[in-house]
Nanobody, 124 residues
């Protein structure tokens, strides 16, 4: 399995930006498709963004498309999520996840490895 550690969360005002990072160790990161998910209090964990093993293919939830950008640096074993134009409804714990296949996926059940999460709070 791959071990995942998120960083970069915090408190930001509405309209602001944050960049989340996810450091991977263990198995070969470059063989894994990766994703970001989030979970707000009292809600189910939901898909945010996904990226293929080489970074050529990405997909986003409708709620974040055009505002968030997922990227990866396989040389540094790192996944990123750039979040712009943040809204209060983006407040959640954000998780990075790894999938032992190369294609991206939007369903959380298709991911086998998860980080501990990073809190993002957007104030109005």
């Amino acid at each position: 399995q791959v071990q995942l550690v998120e960083s970069g969360g915090g408190l930001v005002q509405a309209g602001g930006s944050l960049r989340l990072s996810c450091a991977a160790s263990g198995r070969t990161f470059s063989n894994y498709a990766m994703g970001w998910f989030r979970q707000a209090p009292g809600k189910e964990r939901e898909f945010v963004a996904t990226i293929s093993y080489g970074g050529a293919y990405t997909n986003y939830a409708d709620s974040v498309r055009g505002r968030f950008t997922i990227s990866r640096d396989n040389a540094k074993n790192t996944l990123h999520l750039r979040m712009n134009s943040l809204k209060p409804e983006d407040t959640a714990v954000y998780y990075c996840a790894g999938r032992r296949l190369r294609g991206p996926a939007t369903n959380k059940s298709e991911y086998t490895d998860w980080g501990q999460g990073a809190q993002v709070t957007v104030s109005s």
